[in-house]
């Protein structure tokens, strides 16, 4: 069974760079059957996708952060990773990594327990 | 982008009731649809995808309908275990966004 851990500061500075890493263990990050994607939910808000990673390297990101996302992988450690640049409180969030299940169209069949990222001075 | 938007905000039941909750499109995701239940401090759970399709382990007691712009999440007779927030999300076209939620409380 298929198992995911999020990993990371759980404060960062306003202005900085906040950088998360997930964990996959119970199967391989590379089976190719699916891609990997951060979520986030500001406390007693809605969920927020931040976007996806394919094992190849492959992305694609959420319009209303792109300019601040960046994803990359790796593979032999069965891990990926999340840094997004320039935070604000606005970014202070229980972050969630997830298993997109399917290609262009996916839902999410696997989730980590979250980790809760403060941004503040 | 699609906005989702579900509906009540609050259900307020009793357990053994029928629980009937609704997500609605701003336009149409066909049925790229799922469902997720979410209890305090856990993450989300899938309940359902494909609008209709019930999860690996998932009771037979959640079931979901619709297409197209409308659909509902029916939970045939509630368990103490049922209450929490239930979210719905398009997978249709990017960004996959999700709804505001909907939470089912005790009577």
């Known amino acids: 069974q298929v198992q995911l851990q999020e990993s990371g500061p759980g404060l960062v500075k306003p202005s900085q760079t906040l950088s998360l890493t997930c964990t996959v263990s119970g199967g391989s990050i590379s089976s190719g059957s699916h891609y990997w994607s951060w979520i986030r939910q500001p406390a007693g808000k809605g969920l927020e996708w931040i976007g996806r990673?394919?094992?190849?390297?492959?992305?694609n990101y959420n319009s209303s952060l792109k300019s601040r996302v960046t994803m990359s992988v790796d593979t032999s450690k069965n891990q990926f990773s999340l840094r997004l640049s320039s935070v604000t409180a606005a970014d202070t969030a229980v972050y969630y990594c997830?298993?997109?299940?399917?290609?262009?169209?996916?839902?999410?069949?696997?989730w980590g327990q979250g980790i809760l990222v403060t941004v503040s001075s | 982008e699609i906005v989702m938007t579900q509906s009540p905000a609050t259900l307020s039941e009793s357990p053994g009731e029928r629980a009937t909750l609704s997500c609605r499109a701003s336009q149409s995701v066909s049925s790229t649809l799922a469902w997720y239940q979410q209890k305090p401090g856990q993450a989300p759970r899938l309940l359902i995808y494909g609008a209709s399709t019930r999860a690996t382990g998932i009771p037979a007691r959640f079931s979901g309908s619709g297409s197209g712009t409308e659909f509902t999440l029916t939970i045939s007779s509630l368990q103490s275990e049922d209450f929490a927030l239930y979210y719905c999300q398009q997978y249709y076209n990017w960004p996959w966004t999700f709804g505001q939620g909907t939470k089912v409380d005790i009577k």
């Open positions: 990673i394919y094992p190849s390297g492959s992305t």
């Open positions: 997830a298993r997109a299940r399917g290609f262009d169209r996916a839902f999410f069949d696997c």
